[in-house]
T-cell receptor, first 116, second 113 residues
Framework: GAGVSQTPSNKVTEKGKYVELRCDPISGHTALYWYRQSLGQGPEFLIYFQGTGAADDSGLPNDRFFAVRPEGSVSTLKIQRTERGDSAVYLC??????????????FGAGSRLTVL | AQSVSQHNHHVILSEAASLELGCNYSYGGTVNLFWYVQYPGQHLQLLLKYFSGDPLVKGIKGFEAEFIKSKFSFNLRKPSVQWSDTAEYFCAVSNNAGNMLTFGGGTRLMVKP
């Protein structure tokens, strides 16, 4: 597609529920990134994929968070047993490649998660 | 680990005023530097970037930024702001492997008409 598409745009859930957030990157972009932006803060890195594999998942806060990209295109961020502190905007971005001089990310509009 | 500091959290200017937003980073190696902008209700967009070469970088909409290596800074400037520049501005840095962007906390700019 023309841009990075994220669904749902808004998700309200109850504490303890399971949530999936989807990202459809720009066609041909091999690198895909997930960030989390809490109110009043800058985006915080969670995980990035190069192709199908998670090349760096050091930003995932704990084992309730997991992400997959099985075919190297669409990615799903999965959050188990949601907590109120998980409320944030989850941003997805993609880029043509990683490596020196190539890391220009295009961001989606984000998925706003609210945990009641 | 790299980190980014944006010291101004909120800035209010009148139209035609000059703008300078501070950005300092902490990283010992070669870095790539970015400014992203988020207009109200819109997604993050790239404003400008620095990889190498001329340390004075021109971006879209009349913005520019200067990389000063000795000060670990990459301040954003615009000589004359417009009401449409009202937005939140984020400075970001990646290392030369380019596989992760670290963002500052953002500066919220309000331009009064």
């Amino acid at each position: 597609g023309a841009g990075v598409s994220q669904t749902p745009s808004n998700k309200v859930t109850e504490k303890g529920k399971y949530v999936e957030l989807r990202c459809d990157p720009i066609s041909g972009h091999t690198a895909l990134y997930w960030y989390r932006q809490s109110l009043g803060q800058g985006p915080e890195f969670l995980i990035y994929f190069q192709g199908t594999g998670a090349a760096d998942d050091s930003g995932l806060p704990n084992d309730r968070f997991f992400a997959v990209r099985p075919e190297g295109s669409v990615s799903t961020l999965k959050i188990q047993r949601t907590e109120r502190g998980d409320s944030a905007v989850y941003l997805c971005a993609s880029s043509l490649s990683t490596g020196a001089g190539a890391n220009v990310l295009t961001f989606g509009a984000g998925s706003r998660l609210t945990v009641l | 680990a790299q980190s980014v500091s944006q010291h101004n959290h909120h800035v209010i200017l009148s139209e035609a005023a000059s703008l300078e937003l501070g950005c300092n980073y902490s990283y010992g190696g070669t870095v790539n530097l970015f400014w992203y902008v988020q207009y109200p209700g819109q997604h993050l967009q790239l404003l400008l970037k620095y990889f190498s070469g001329d340390p004075l970088v021109k971006g879209i909409k009349g913005f520019e930024a200067e990389f000063i290596k000795s000060k670990f800074s990459f301040n954003l400037r615009k000589p004359s702001v417009q009401w449409s520049d009202t937005a939140e501005y984020f400075c970001a840095v990646s290392n030369n492997a380019g596989n992760m962007l670290t963002f500052g906390g953002g500066t919220r700019l309000m331009v009064k008409p």
